[in-house]
């Protein structure tokens, strides 16, 4: 099999002052008094993983762990402090939800903003907008403006927009599989099923066991910026799960 | 000309960002989008009223010689006030979207632009208003815009990424712009003055812009060789300088974000 994703010891270091300072005042004042020591700060550390074409991964860790700094860095957002990812970026699609989403803006031009942001075209739009209101059952909703949504209803629409596109080849989640009530997520994960199934290799971000255990073929740990553990979802989901214990 | 689909889809971008800034402007009034006039218009009727008394020996046409000034550096600073938050404000944005993180920049910088085109609706009932003949310079008036444009852009791209690293940037250069905008000679005559301030006046480009627009509404005089040339050097240079700056700090930039 195809390698799709290579995670060559990727380490990411940050500056991180004791207390950043956020303005130019305060950067001056504590250079004058000497106070201004920047400490590097590595939110990760030596990472090396590669995941597999038609793979679906699930990334594991607890808060602050590094997961988002990790995809940001798959994702060609971020470039590593040193280290390497081997990755087609035009071929990666992040999907996160709550973002892109103005209030003041009805739901009808919100799909087209967040569309054009995701990379659709207007045409594209045009011609899948009635499905997309339809998988996100907003049907009526749509010149409401968003702010009078409720929060399921955003990320009903946030999901439906994100996922009318074609299969990505690389499809990253972002902790999107707990979204809605029970039936809307039942289907959203038969719609990542398909994706998946249509070839898409998927990186899955998530701190839900149970996510990772239902869908995934391989488990990525990350503690501290450190890899504990890759592989098996099943092992890895159970030292995971015994080390908060 | 043929466009890329990169390009259209840029385009695109582009379009939306500026539609959601314009829809949002007058969000929760009636009139709406007929605020984009109705506002300048009735700030000009307020200031020629206003100005209509002063200035009237020195200055021929003095509210359109402000107006002139007015409409270049309200452009000029909603552009950049707006442009330079651009990068915090859509920070969640940021990471998910795959084009060049400048399209948020241009963006805030078109939309001052599109409200410099309701303005110059307002300005032109302003001219017809006063009765002043358009010269044949007139025609000239995109080319400044451009101009304007280019220099904007530069400035927002400085600001912008400086925001980032610096909130106290914002009310820097608020005060920043007051002094500005005195020595871009807005509302009085700029031959009153003489000596250094007089030298900071005249190479000061957004002065050079609104001089230069002036002669070309109100006595249909094309700007000389220096002038020109003092143009082209500070828009061309502030937008490759800002350009350069903001390409350079990128990754520093989404690291802080």
Redo the contacts between chains.
């Keep these: 099999m195809e390698t799709e994703v290579i995670v060559q010891n990727v380490s990411m270091e940050?500056e991180r002052a004791k207390d950043v300072p956020?303005?130019?005042?305060e950067?001056l004042i504590k250079k004058l008094k000497g106070t201004y020591r920047p400490e590097t700060f590595k939110a990760l550390d030596n990472i090396s993983f590669t995941v597999k074409k038609g793979e679906v991964a699930g990334i594991i860790g607890t808060n602050g762990s590094g997961k988002s700094t990790l995809l940001?860095i798959i994702?060609g957002?971020?470039?590593p402090s040193s280290g390497r990812v081997y990755v087609d970026?035009k071929k990666v699609h992040?999907l996160?939800l709550?973002?892109?989403f103005?209030p003041?803006?009805t739901g009808k031009?919100n799909v087209?903003?967040n569309g054009?942001?995701?990379?659709y075209?207007?045409s594209f739009l045009d011609q899948k907008y009635k499905e997309i209101v339809k998988f996100a059952e907003l049907d009526g909703f749509m010149d409401t403006k968003v702010k009078n949504f409720s929060s399921g209803m955003v990320s009903r629409l946030g999901f439906a927009i994100a996922t009318a596109g074609d299969s990505p080849e690389i499809l990253i989640l972002d902790e999107v599989l707990s979204v809605g009530d029970m039936f809307f997520r039942k289907k959203s994960e038969e719609r990542i099923k398909k994706m998946i199934h249509g070839g898409s290799t998927v990186l899955i971000v998530s701190h839900s066991t149970s996510v990772i255990r239902n869908n995934c073929t391989k488990a990525i740990w990350i503690e501290k910026g450190k890899l504990k553990a890759c592989g098996n979802p099943d092992v890895v989901c159970d030292t995971y799960e015994k080390m908060g214990k | 000309m043929q466009l890329s689909?990169k390009t259209?889809?840029y385009a695109?971008?582009i379009?939306?960002?500026t539609?959601?800034e314009i829809?949002?402007k007058y969000?929760r009034s009636y009139l709406g989008i007929v605020w984009s006039v109705l506002n300048p218009l009735l700030s000009m009727v307020v200031l020629s009223l206003i100005f209509s008394q002063l200035f009237r020996r020195s200055i021929e046409n003095y509210p359109i010689y402000y107006l002139t000034g007015y409409l270049l550096w309200q452009a000029f600073t909603g552009a950049t006030t707006t442009a330079m938050t651009t990068l915090a404000d859509n920070k969640?944005?940021?990471?998910?979207?795959?084009?060049p993180m400048e399209l948020f920049i241009l963006a805030r910088v078109y939309t001052a632009l599109l409200n410099l085109g309701y303005s110059f609706l307002a300005y032109a009932i302003m001219l017809a208003v006063f009765r002043i003949t358009l010269r044949p310079t007139f025609i000239f008036f995109p080319v400044f815009v451009f101009f304007l444009f280019l220099f904007t852009l530069g400035i927002s791209y400085l600001l912008a990424s400086a925001y980032v690293f610096?909130?106290?940037?914002k009310h820097?250069y608020s005060v920043f712009l007051t002094l500005w905008m005195y020595c871009s000679a807005i509302f009085y005559p700029a031959e009153q003055l003489t000596g250094p301030i007089r030298i900071v006046i005249d190479n000061n480009p957004i002065y050079i812009l609104i001089h230069c627009l002036r002669k070309a509404v109100l006595s249909g005089l094309l700007p000389t060789f220096f002038e020109w040339a003092g143009i082209v050097f500070w828009c061309v240079g502030s937008y490759l300088l800002g350009r350069y700056i903001f390409k350079k700090n990128r990754?520093t930039i989404?690291?802080k974000l």
């Design positions: 940050f956020d303005s130019m005042k950067l940001k994702s957002a971020l470039i970026r992040l996160t709550g973002t892109g103005d003041e803006l031009e087209y903003l054009a942001m995701i990379g075209t207007k | 689909p259209k889809q695109f971008v379009q939306q960002l539609s959601r829809k949002r969000a969640a944005l940021l990471l998910k979207v795959k084009f610096f909130g106290d940037i820097l990754n989404m690291q």
